[in-house]
Nanobody, 124 residues
């Protein structure tokens, strides 16, 4: 089992920045990919970004490209999502997730482990 704990959410004005963290514990050696998803009220959970744990290769949803940066600290078993130029439409609960297969990374079903989520609210 892998446990994931997110932190760093909050309220920010449009144009501001936040950095989300995801601390992993347990069987962290089984993590091949860490992803970030978000879910706004009344909407489906959507992919934001992912990082391959061993290589650092990154993948982004189109609206995140150029504004968000995903990274990981292997030694600390922590993943990060740095978000800049935030927009009101970025408002959602953000979840980190961990999976053991790094070839499919954009679907919630690709991930076996999930954090509890952290709220990000961007005011206009």
């Amino acid at each position: 089992q892998v446990q994931l704990v997110e932190s760093g959410g909050g309220l920010v004005q449009a144009g501001g920045s936040l950095r989300l963290s995801c601390a992993a514990s347990g069987r962290t050696f089984s993590i091949s990919v860490m992803g970030w998803f978000r879910q706004a009220p009344g909407k489906e959970r959507e992919f934001v970004a992912a990082v391959v744990w061993s290589t650092g290769s990154t993948y982004y949803e189109d609206s995140a490209k150029g504004r968000f940066t995903i990274s990981r600290d292997n030694a600390g078993n922590t993943g990060y999502l740095q978000m800049h130029s935030l927009k009101p439409e970025d408002t959602a609960v953000y979840y980190c997730a961990a999976g053991s297969i790094s070839t499919t990374i954009r679907r919630p079903s690709d991930y076996a482990y999930w954090g509890q989520g952290t709220q990000v609210t961007v005011s206009s």
